[in-house]
């Protein structure tokens, strides 16, 4: 049987037995693939097309683009020459699916065969990888994890030495010359490692925060101390737990941390930090008590909150995070977020006279405007996704940092998050976004399904009457910067972009008419059905 097969019948019915099939297959099976980097890192099924033979293609293409000693290539690194290169190592790990540690040995080997110092940092979470590349001036990180995809996936995140997520002037060059040795793939040895050099990279992490001083831990940890709060964690079975109280130098049990047992499988569902996940967190608060809920998602990139009054994603965190940052933390710069983001912190950047700038979907994007150098500095870079950092920090997303900056805000305000959040919408008014997504089998997302997309913006034009569902609005403009999204002149929009890392079609909406939000959401998922398995035919 296919991988894909065996993994069906794993995830319908929990099947945990079958998994010993899988992993045979991620050893043995020699199907070509084609590599690309998504919005983060390249991702695939395990045992279909992520592979142990694949892994080490793609790893060995990485060594050859820095052997090359192209100019761009070794810029992007932030290396002089691959002999710099060696010298200051790279640092691999992994998340908690299935084979993570025997992935992470199959390129530890192939990097020491040419020569490549190497760190093991275990199970890690992303901005932990982030951190120890700056602290160990390692040139580079490899991060096997495909973040909140389904249990099926793994991933390959990349990043430079700087730690932000490889651009892709760097992971161009690398698919063309991975997909090149896939045609010679059955050539590249698999090695074992000489020797496994394992770090603390939690302790890196600390290094990192406590040198860059944007979150102040002391203020932190006496409010809790001092204080009766209810802080419960979600960690997803995932790279989180058990740290926060580490990073603050509390004793166990002053969270209460949930899911930290080992579970490849996720309980059968999707790790995301979504409202209907947070339910557990949410059920451990208590009433009349201050405290939160957050769910963290497998590689610790992504978070979600909530309290007893409301849920807090992070279209509403980050404008948050936003206000606390300029008003009393007095840090200055602009507002980065992505183009499927709420115009909520665009209301509140627009009265305090702050630049918005939109970017592509992919944490990538941020990238210029977190660099230590940069024109144009961010005082806070989030995406819808659950994905955040703020300025002097790691060029990442961050969701211990989202659970440190919770509590510090908390701890400031003496009050709960969302009183915090009332307090600046009776200011700056109320905004209602939300998100979904329409799943399409693997075989079936192919590149037609971004024409269909696409044709929609050539379709409408500014100030044409745009009938969605039961509603009919006014169209002011339209962005096609990454997929089509469409504003209206009540200021409400709706977003279609097919997915960066898996067969699916995201779409996301907004309105400032509560009553009109679930009208909006149904009937652009309506529209986009339509033109998926129709095109944009159906409209005409």
Request: aromatic residues 8%.
């Amino acid at each position: 049987m296919k991988a894909s097969s065996i993994w069906h019948e794993i995830l319908k019915e929990q099947k945990k037995h079958l998994l010993k099939e899988i992993e045979k297959l991620a050893i043995e099976n020699t199907d070509k693939t084609v590599i690309h980097f998504g919005t983060s890192g390249w991702r695939g099924e395990i045992g279909s097309d992520f592979t142990m033979q694949n892994v080490r293609i793609l790893t060995k293409a990485i060594t050859e683009a820095v052997k090359s000693e192209d100019r761009h290539i070794l810029d992007s690194f932030g290396v002089k020459s691959f002999n710099e290169f060696k010298e200051r190592g790279v640092i691999v790990g992994h998340d908690n699916r299935i084979l993570g540690k025997e992935f992470a040995y199959e390129v530890i080997g192939i990097l020491q065969s040419e020569g490549i110092r190497c760190y093991y940092a275990g199970e890690a979470s992303t901005p932990e990888f982030s951190a120890a590349v700056v602290e160990l001036s390692a040139a580079a990180s490899i991060n096997l994890t495909p973040s909140h995809n389904p249990p099926n996936y793994g991933g390959f995140k990349l990043n430079p030495s700087d730690g932000g997520p490889a651009p892709e002037e760097l992971t161009k060059p690398i698919e063309i010359i991975a997909n090149e040795l896939m045609e010679k793939a059955s050539s590249i040895k698999s090695y074992t490692p000489d020797k496994i050099n394992k770090i603390d990279i939690t302790e890196l992490y600390i290094n990192f925060i406590k040198k860059r001083n944007m979150i102040d831990l002391n203020k932190i940890k006496n409010f809790i101390t001092n204080n009766p709060t209810t802080i419960s964690v979600d960690h997803m079975h995932g790279s989180t737990r058990g740290k926060l109280a580490r990073i603050l130098s509390l004793k166990p049990g002053t969270f209460i941390c949930l899911r930290r047992e080992d579970d490849p499988l996720f309980e059968g569902r999707s790790p995301e930090p979504s409202e209907e996940n947070l339910k557990l967190a949410l059920s451990m608060l208590k009433k009349d008590s201050m405290g939160f809920s957050a769910i963290i998602d497998p590689d610790g990139d992504r978070i979600r909150f909530a309290d007893l009054n409301r849920q807090i994603p992070m279209n509403y965190f980050g404008a948050m995070a936003f206000y606390y940052l300029y008003n009393y933390k007095g840090l200055r710069g602009v507002v980065v977020k992505s183009v499927g983001t709420s115009n909520f912190v665009n209301a509140i950047a627009e009265a305090l006279g702050i630049e918005v700038i939109e970017t592509k979907v992919g944490f990538k994007n941020f990238r210029p405007y977190l660099l230590p150098n940069a024109l144009k500095k961010a005082i806070v870079a989030f995406e819808e996704s659950d994905g955040i950092s703020i300025q002097n920090h790691t060029l990442e997303k961050d969701a211990i940092l989202g659970v440190l900056l919770a509590l510090e805000m908390m701890a400031h305000f003496e009050k709960n998050l969302s009183d915090y959040l009332e307090e600046i919408e009776r200011l700056y008014g109320k905004y209602y976004p939300d998100r979904t997504g329409i799943e399409i089998p693997r075989e079936n997302f192919g590149p037609h399904i971004k024409e269909n997309v696409m044709a929609l913006a050539k379709q409408f034009k500014t100030g044409d009457f745009f009938k969605i569902g039961k509603l009919q609005k006014k169209i002011a403009s339209i962005i096609d910067i990454d997929g089509v999204k469409i504003i209206f002149e009540d200021l409400s929009w709706l977003m279609i972009r097919p997915s960066g890392t898996e067969p699916k079609i995201r779409i996301y909406i907004e309105t400032k008419n509560k009553e009109e939000k679930e009208l909006l959401i149904e009937g652009t998922k309506n529209l986009t059905k339509r033109i998926c398995l129709e095109g944009i035919e159906c409209l005409i």
